[in-house]
C-alpha cells in the first residue's frame, strides 16, 4: 500500500478566502492546502473514479471473455491469451490489479479522513447544502471503497490450504508510511468478514447517494450524471452477496473442490441457509424503486448511443473509435483482438426455446454436412446482438462477412482475421467506415458496470438455490422461474416455454439454465470470468470454431475445430496473491496451490 501523492498541474490561485492560499506552482502545493480548496479535494476522490476503465475492453484492450469459452485473443502476446494458457502465477498475474486497487483505496480513504472536515467548504454561502454535499461526497467515497475492496475480492479471495474461506486485507483507512512498513501487521480476513465490511459500506452508500441526477442544481442536477446513486450500490450489494453464498467461496465444511468442474457440498443445511440469507437480501433491494423490472440491453444502448438506457446504474462513457480499431475486421482496418468462439454459439437457443445443440430446436448440428447458416437462421434474438457470423451483413456497410477460407474476412487472407468464424458484434459501432484513414470518425459508447436488470438475475440464482425453481420466497413477488421467462421471452423473443418447463423440473438443472442465461445476458461484459470460478465450472474445455470452405456451387460447408486449448489448472480457480506482498508480510496466507 502506498503513500497518496496528489499531483496538480499549473498554477494554483484561490482568492475570497478567509485565508487565502498564496500563489503557488505544483511543487509547493502541500496536502494541508489541499484540503482547503475544495475543488484540489474532490478530486481527490475523483482519483479513485479515474482509475475505473471507460471501455469493456479494459484487460490491456481485450475482453476478458477471452480468457473463458466465450471467446479467444487473436494476439498471443495479450494479457488475457496468456491468462487461458495457465501463465498465471505468484510472480505474474496477467490480469492482477492488486497494486492498483489499494492505490484507489488510499485516494478514498485519504478523502474520508481529510475531505469532509470544516476546514473545506464545498458551498461557502449555504451551511445546508455544504452539508449535502458532504453527504453526497461521503456516499460516494463508500461506494468507490466498496467498489475497489471489491475488485481485490472477486479475483483474490479464495481458499487457503487449510480449507478456510479467506478475503483480502480490509483498508478502512488511509495508510500512513509507519503502518506500511510494518508488515506483518495486514492480514486476510475471512472471506465472509470482507463481504460484510463492503455490504456496510454500501448500505451508508445507499442512505447517502440520491437516487438519480437530474434537473438543472449544479450538484444535483444532469451535470453530475456517471457518478455513484443508491441504485448503483444496491446493484453493487446483490453482486457481492451472491458471490458471498458460492460455492468456490464456502469453507471446506460446507463446501469441498473435488477436481476441475466438480464439488461436494459437504453441509448442505448451512450451505442453503446462506442461500436463504442472501436471497432475502437480494429480494429487499428488487422493492427499491426502479427495480424489478428487466430492461433488454440494446445494441443502441451501448453503441452509436443517442440516449442513456434506463437499466444503466452506473456506468463509464466514452466518445471514440477505440474500441473499432481493436475488434473491427482487418477488412475494415480493425485488428479483431477478441472474437466470439463457436462454444458460446452454441450456447444459445434458437427461437422456439430449446437449445441448439437440442434436435427439438429445428436443427441437427451433430451431421458432419450440417450447414451451419441454419443454425444461425433459428437464433433467438440474442444472438445477432452479440456475434456476427457467416453471411452476416457488417453494420451499416450492406456486404455480408465472408469467413470462409480465401474470403476476404478469413483468417487466410488477413493473418489479423477472425481465427474461430466469429466477429464481435456487442459494443461496437454500425458505422462500418468508420476507420478510414481518409475520414475517420468516433461513436458514442456506454460500458454499464452495474445494471438493474443484474439485480433480477442475481435473485433468480440466489431463490433457485434457496427455494428452487418455482417457489416464491420470502419477502418476493416471483420466482426465479418468473424472472428467467421474462428475460428469454423480452430479450431472446423466445415465447414457448417448453424447454423452460422441463429444466424447473429440479433445483440443478435449473441451475445450469440460469447459468447460461446469464453467459449470454452478460456476454463481454467481464462477468463470464469471474462466474466460472466462483460456480468451479470447468475451465478447461477446449474452445473451438469453424472452419468454412465455399465449395465449388458457392454454397458452404463447416468444420466445428479446436482453436486454443485452455490451461487451466484446479488452482485458477483463485488467483494468488503477489509474490512481493506474501514475501514481506508472513502474515499474508496465500491461496491454495500457489
Known sequence: MNRLYIILAGILLVSGCEKALDTKVTWQIGDEDVWRVPELAMGVLHKAYNGISNRPDCYAENFLDAATDNAVCTQHSASVYKLGQGAMTSFNNPIGNWST????????????????????????EDPDKDAQIKDRLRGEAYFLRAWWHFELLRMYGGKSADGKALGVPVADHYISYEEASENGMFIRPSYQATVDFICNDLDLAMELLPASYSGSDQN??????????????????????????????????????????????????????????????????LTMEGFGTYVPLLPSDIADAQSESSDFAFRRYFNNNLLEANHFPPYYFGKSMTVPS?????????????????????????????????????????????????????????????????????????????????????????????????????????????????????????????????????????????????????????????????????????????????RLEFAFENHRYFDMRRWLLPLDEDVCGVEITR??????????KVVEPRKYTVRDYYAPLPYAEISKNPNLVNNTGW
Not at 458460446?344 to 436443427?363: H, Q, W, Y
Not at 420466482?479 to 429440479?506: F, P, T
Not at 465449388?552 to 468444420?559: A, I, K, L, P, Q
Open 101 to 124: 486497487c489499494y492505490n484507489m483505496l488510499e485516494y478514498v480513504n485519504s478523502f474520508l479522513e481529510n475531505g469532509l472536515s470544516d476546514n473545506v467548504l464545498y458551498n461557502r
Open 220 to 285: 444535483f442536477g444532469d451535470t453530475q450524471i456517471g457518478r455513484a446513486t443508491s441504485g448503483a450500490a444496491a446493484v453493487l450489494k446483490s453482486r457481492v452477496l451472491l458471490y458471498s453464498a458460492s460455492p468456490a467461496m464456502q469453507d471446506d465444511d460446507i463446501v469441498k473442490i473435488t477436481g476441475m468442474g466438480t464439488y461436494e457440498v459437504v453441509n448442505p443445511g448451512i450451505y442453503q441457509k446462506k442461500w436463504e440469507l442472501v436471497a432475502k437480501q437480494i429480494a429487499r433491494i
Open 342 to 518: 463457436h462454444n458460446l454459439v452454441k450456447a444459445f437457443c434458437a427461437k422456439n426455446g430449446f437449445p441448439v445443440t437440442d434436435p427439438r430446436s429445428g436443427v441437427d448440428i451433430s451431421g458432419p454436412a450440417f450447414d451451419m447458416s441454419r443454425l444461425y437462421s433459428v437464433m433467438d434474438d440474442r444472438f445477432s446482438r452479440v456475434i456476427y457470423s457467416q453471411g452476416s451483413v457488417f453494420g451499416n456497410s450492406g456486404t455480408a462477412l465472408d469467413m470462409s477460407e480465401g474470403g476476404r474476412d478469413s483468417h487466410g487472407y488477413n493473418e489479423n482475421a477472425t481465427t474461430t468464424g466469429y466477429y464481435l458484434a456487442k459494443f461496437v459501432s454500425t458505422v462500418s467506415g468508420m476507420l478510414n484513414p481518409v475520414a475517420s470518425a468516433g461513436s458514442a459508447h456506454y460500458n454499464p458496470l452495474l445494471r438493474k436488470s443484474e439485480v433480477l438475475l442475481n435473485y433468480a440464482e440466489a431463490s433457485n438455490e434457496a427455494y428452487g425453481p418455482k417457489a416464491v420466497g420470502e419477502g418476493s413477488s416471483v420466482s426465479a422461474y418468473d424472472i428467467i421467462k421474462s428475460i428469454r421471452s423480452l430479450a431472446g423473443g423466445i415465447m414457448s416455454d417448453a424447454w423452460l418447463d422441463e429444466c424447473a423440473g429440479g433445483k440443478d438443472t435449473f441451475r445450469a439454465l440460469i447459468q447460461n442465461e446469464r
Open 551 to 560: 465449395n465449388e456451387d458457392n454454397t458452404f460447408s463447416y468444420r466445428e
